[in-house]
């Protein structure tokens, strides 16, 4: 073969070589394009994925609206194989969230949302959101006849629900955490769990809506307030107080009334913020138990306090009154010293709502005081109370209140 037709062949040869690259190059490019395998569709698809992931947890609780209300928070990502609890701490106005399962510690600030009339918070609590000027204070609402929105006064009324949140992890193994997000919030609430798709939903239910009876019972003293003292130094009025109450817990855990408690161990708490756990609950019935005393040692009976200053509905603070006068005398077997007008007491002064102050006896007495320090008697007045309860809500219900 001659020179010439080697130099026609390779050219050829070089040239087919090239068309067939170009080809390819052509196919690949139209295959990145319309492939739905290809990485580019993969990157689309990964997008609009992330995006309508982005909005699936305002979409959900947009579908859950009726059930969540107007105030809530989502926790996002909270994992599909989780799970949750929730207590409160409403002498401080605390909730705690508990999760467990978490393979990993993901939940940060920005997975904590806060919802308030359509406004969404995201993230850490604005420093603006603690000062005092736009919130709630109880001690002087409790005090005048105003109503105002529930939470907040008016000029704050969509402002974030929580004023500090916290997350802390534990590590229950190699493979799983377990993480508490600890919130305060701005108001006294009932929460309200909901989970869905691995986001978590904490509805802010303001308790009067959220139950059909409320109560808040008051162990009168406590923690540094040690109240009345026993006429042989044997105890006081505070330990007394608190075991009648915790008999009487233990009755009504069994019921169906929302009970909230000032009080529950030998802790301190001061008159304004029991008086203001009535009021922002707008509790049904308000109960406070205490042991009376005197410089002699011959008065005793059993007396109950009210607020005659009354202008908040049919079912009066006397009428509750008289309904645990009449329950307590029958259980007692003492002397009945009536009613008193107790308006001079700041938490019945403040209440807004119906409140009687429960005198069970006379520590200053001999024999009252061994009466009170009876397990047996501490239990039947616990009973009792638990009676006078259940009436006065019958009561309170029939009046139309």
Same mark, same amino acid.
């Given at each position: !073969?001659?020179?010439?037709?080697?130099?026609?062949?390779?050219? %050829?040869?070089?040239?087919?070589?090239?068309? &067939? !690259?170009?080809?390819?190059?052509?196919?690949?490019?139209?295959?990145?394009?319309?492939?739905?395998?290809?990485?580019?569709?993969?990157?689309?698809?990964?997008?609009?994925?992330?995006?309508?992931?982005?909005?699936?947890?305002?979409?959900?609780?947009?579908?859950?609206?009726?059930?969540?209300?107007?105030?809530?928070?989502?926790?996002?990502?909270?994992?599909?194989?989780?799970?949750?609890?929730?207590?409160?701490?409403?002498?401080?106005?605390?909730?705690?969230?508990?999760?467990?399962?978490?393979?990993?510690?993901?939940?940060?600030?920005?997975?904590?949302?806060?919802?308030?009339?359509?406004?969404?918070? #995201?993230?850490?609590?604005?420093?603006?959101?603690?000062?005092?000027?736009?919130?709630?204070?109880?001690?002087?609402?409790?005090?005048?006849?105003?109503?105002?929105?529930?939470?907040?006064?008016?000029?704050?009324?969509?402002?974030?629900? &929580?004023?500090?949140?916290?997350?802390?992890?534990?590590?229950?193994?190699?493979?799983?955490?377990?993480?508490?997000?600890? %919130?305060?919030?701005?108001?006294?609430? *009932?929460?309200?769990?909901?989970?869905?798709? =691995?986001?978590?939903?904490?509805?802010?239910?303001?308790?009067?809506? *959220?139950?059909?009876?409320?109560? &808040?019972?008051?162990?009168?003293?406590?923690?540094?307030?040690?109240?009345?003292?026993?006429?042989?130094?044997?105890?006081?009025?505070?330990?007394?107080?608190?075991?009648?109450?915790?008999?009487?817990?233990?009755?009504? $855990? =069994?019921?169906?009334? #929302?009970?909230?408690?000032?009080?529950?161990?030998?802790?301190?708490?001061?008159?304004?913020?029991?008086?203001?756990?009535?009021?922002?609950?707008?509790?049904?019935?308000?109960?406070?138990?205490?042991?009376?005393?005197?410089?002699?040692?011959?008065?005793?009976?059993?007396?109950?306090?009210?607020?005659?200053?009354?202008?908040?509905?049919?079912?009066?603070?006397?009428?509750?009154?008289?309904?645990?006068?009449?329950?307590?005398?029958?259980?007692?077997?003492?002397?009945?010293?009536?009613?008193v007008a107790g308006d001079e007491m700041l938490i019945i002064h403040k209440s807004q709502v119906p409140v009687a102050l429960i005198e069970v006896g006379f520590l200053s007495n001999e024999e009252e005081l061994s009466f009170l320090k009876s397990r047996d008697s501490e239990?039947?007045?616990?009973?009792?109370?638990?009676?006078?309860?259940?009436?006065?809500?019958?009561?309170?219900?029939?009046?139309? $209140?």
């Amino acid at each position: !073969m001659g020179e010439k037709a080697l130099k026609n062949i390779a050219a %050829f040869t070089f040239i087919l070589m090239l068309s &067939v !690259m170009i080809l390819s190059i052509f196919i690949s490019g139209r295959q990145r394009v319309y492939n739905p395998n290809s990485a580019f569709a993969e990157m689309k698809a990964t997008f609009y994925e992330h995006k309508n992931k982005s909005k699936d947890y305002l979409s959900t609780a947009e579908e859950l609206k009726g059930e969540l209300g107007e105030k809530y928070i989502i926790i996002k990502n909270a994992g599909n194989n989780s799970t949750y609890t929730i207590n409160e701490n409403y002498m401080k106005k605390e909730i705690t969230l508990t999760i467990k399962g978490l393979n990993e510690q993901n939940l940060t600030e920005d997975e904590i949302v806060r919802v308030n009339q359509g406004q969404t918070y #995201k993230g850490a609590v604005s420093g603006e959101n603690t000062e005092q000027g736009g919130y709630l204070v109880p001690e002087v609402l409790s005090a005048s006849g105003e109503t105002s929105y529930y939470g907040r006064v008016p000029e704050a009324l969509k402002a974030d629900p &929580v004023n500090d949140f916290t997350i802390s992890y534990e590590m229950l193994n190699e493979k799983e955490y377990e993480a508490e997000i600890h %919130f305060t919030l701005d108001h006294v609430y *009932a929460p309200v769990l909901f989970e869905e798709d =691995g986001q978590i939903y904490v509805a802010l239910k303001e308790p009067s809506k *959220a139950y059909d009876n409320i109560v &808040v019972l008051d162990a009168g003293h406590g923690g540094k307030d040690p109240g009345a003292e026993a006429i042989d130094g044997s105890c006081y009025e505070k330990s007394i107080n608190l075991k009648i109450l915790l008999d009487l817990k233990e009755i009504l $855990d =069994g019921e169906n009334i #929302k009970v909230y408690y000032t009080r529950t161990g030998d802790e301190t708490v001061y008159l304004n913020p029991r008086v203001n756990l009535a009021n922002e609950t707008k509790a049904d019935l308000f109960l406070s138990i205490h042991c009376n005393s005197s410089e002699s040692s011959q008065p005793r009976g059993i007396e109950v306090l009210y607020k005659s200053d009354w202008n908040q509905g049919s079912f009066t603070s006397e009428k509750l009154a008289s309904i645990a006068l009449d329950e307590m005398k029958n259980i007692s077997g003492h002397i009945n010293r009536g009613l008193v007008a107790g308006d001079e007491m700041l938490i019945i002064h403040k209440s807004q709502v119906p409140v009687a102050l429960i005198e069970v006896g006379f520590l200053s007495n001999e024999e009252e005081l061994s009466f009170l320090k009876s397990r047996d008697s501490e239990k039947d007045i616990a009973q009792a109370i638990s009676v006078v309860i259940k009436k006065a809500l019958e009561e309170k219900k029939n009046a139309g $209140d």
